[in-house]
């Protein structure tokens, strides 16, 4: 398999899942500021810490952009948030620039894939620039975003379904849970240091409608109550990051992209032949054999730092092994910064 056509698909598939998370986190931040007590509009910088463009937004938006006035308000903070996620192509991971971004990798690799998923992919990209999208998106919030949500998990399968089992599928695989790890990532350390307005509200309602609108933004409120039943941040925390059954848990992701990775290069488990099968083993070995009191006494937010920096150089090990002998592309090199 050409390395070109390698990264292409492993990043069509790293995109559609980052431009999926921004779409449910944002959505559930709207069900939130409905329940939420004044004084939260912190929540919505929180979405824009955890795609990494804090840095970018604040240029952009804040004092030293276009006017402070910007975001005098919680309306007009959540209202510029969510053009920055949704359709600024300034942002390269806005739903839009996402999708965009897949549609272009789709289109150099439409040989590989079946009809039915660059069709779909096609739809998913027009609808985000049809004139009516930004409309939807300001009377209809939930039904915009969950349109979004609904396109992307109808390309994951239609892609499940007419794939065979070979390399292509495998870096997609990889690309998906990889990101997926390293969303669920952020998430979790974002609302450990930003979300919370006053460490005085720990164990408060507010506190409570935290961790259940965290659970929310993975999809994993319901499976969680079964699992544990009340909400508690140590349960949160080991359910999100160390179990292994549950889809978006970052254990899991890292068992099911070491497995596709694996299978690209036939190295039997337990070895390893290049640089990103030895760090992605090292990294999924950690979390492994790590347990939630481990985390807790190192200190989340050191933890999970340490955890995206891990992230981080596995993507770039798989740059190294796999993509780099075309050179660069005009897809982002590892991971959010």
Known sequence: MLSRVAESVYWIARYIERAENVARCVDVSLQVALDAPGGMGGQWHSLVAATGDAARFAERYGEEG????????????????????????TSPNSILSCVTKARENARQVRGVLAMEAWEHLNRFYHMLVSPDARRRAVESPHDFYSSIRSASYLFEGILESTLSRGEEWNFLRLGRYLERADQTSRILDVKYFILLPDPGQVGSVVDDLLWTALLHSVSGHEMFRRRHGRILPEKVVDFLVLDR?????????????????????????GSFRNTAEKRLSRLRSTLAYSTVEDIIGRGLHEYLDELQTGLNGVG???FESFFALDGPTGNQQGQQQ
């Not at 978006?248 to 694996?262: G, K, T």
């Open 316 to 318: 770039m090990g798989i």
């Open 245 to 269: 059954e549950f889809p978006r848990a970052v254990l899991f992701c890292l068992l099911q992209a070491e497995e596709s990775l694996l299978s690209i290069s036939g190295t039997p488990m």
């Open 66 to 89: 276009t006017g402070s006035d910007l975001l005098s308000t919680d309306v007009a903070a959540r209202d510029a948030v969510l053009h920055f996620l949704t359709f600024d192509t």
